[in-house]
């Protein structure tokens, strides 16, 4: 009896293991997805290496160990797994023959798909600096400068603000800015819920001024409630110039 319940006992661990290595090795919309966008590539900063991978399990294994769990790509080739804690989409990649991206499926990333309001616009009639700049990926990053294509406010001050929009509501645990002019001049971020109320999430006094382009990701509190939009005010009295913003990329859960 005791030998049959050990058997037993062995063979629902073995389903178990089957389970998640069919998960793992072969990805679903439950656990792990390729993104074809990023095969052959791999990122090149913001990573943790793992060498001496056997195997595409053993890579998000050794993500889970470190923390690094955002995307992960794994070489096959050279065994090598790069562990992320940022999108594919935020990371600066570079060609690498035979990499895979997995990115975990828990987690969904939207750039920014509608204008809910604006402060100003630089002319208001100029379509290079128009609000709807911000929409979808970035255009200018990674140049730096006073570029077509963003998000420029017609006055200096530090009253101009933008709200933007994503296609569905989702959970929001964290946002990256494309900030490619005076970087440095976000004061602060509120998010929007589904009855159209605005919340604080993020807030600083420390404005500075940033002479290259950057991608701004500010820590705060995942909100509770599901998120619609997004309204970023700015301060342009540090940099005495336009702080220009080229997109908002936004990481969270349906």
């Known amino acids: ?50 060498p001496q991978a056997p195997n595409r399990l053993m890579c998000l ?3 889970f160990g470190v923390n690094y769990t955002r995307s992960v790509f794994y070489t096959q080739s050279t065994s090598t797994c790069y562990c992320c804690n940022e999108p594919p989409l935020s990371l600066d990649l ?3 023959t035979g990499t895979k991206c ?3 499926a828990g987690y969904v990333e939207t750039w920014m798909t509608t204008v809910i309001g604006v402060s100003s616009q630089y002319h208001d009639t100029d379509p290079r600096f128009l609000a709807t700049q911000m929409l979808g990926p970035s255009d200018v990053y990674p140049n730096y400068g006073d ?5 420029c406010a017609n006055f200096i001050d530090d009253k101009q603000w933008i709200e933007v929009g994503i296609s569905e509501p989702m959970f929001v ?13 976000l004061q602060n971020i509120s998010v929007r819920d589904t009855s ?4 604080l999430v993020w807030t600083t006094q420390q404005i500075t001024d940033i002479t290259q382009s950057r ?30 913003l080229d997109a908002m990329l936004a990481v969270g859960r349906k």
């Not at 570029?147 to 998000?151: M, P, S, V």
């Not at 619609?228 to 540090?238: A, N, P, S």
């Open 1 to 50: 009896m005791a030998l049959l319940e050990l058997l037993r006992r062995a063979q629902i661990v073995m389903t178990l293991v089957n389970v998640v290595v069919a998960s793992l090795c072969e990805p679903t919309a439950l656990v792990f997805a390729p993104l074809s966008d990023y095969e052959d590539k791999r990122p090149t900063k913001g990573i943790k290496v793992q």
């Open 61 to 63: 294994f050794a993500c």
């Open 94 to 96: 570079e060609d690498g």
């Open 102 to 104: 997995l990115q975990n």
């Open 147 to 151: 570029i077509q294509g963003t998000w």
């Open 173 to 185: 645990d964290q946002v990256y800015i494309y900030e490619t002019f005076h970087a440095g001049g």
């Open 196 to 199: 159209n109320n605005w919340h």
């Open 215 to 244: 991608i701004f990701a500010p820590e705060f509190q995942s909100p509770i409630f599901k998120v619609t939009g997004f309204r970023l005010h700015v301060d342009m009295t540090v940099a005495g110039g336009w702080v220009q």
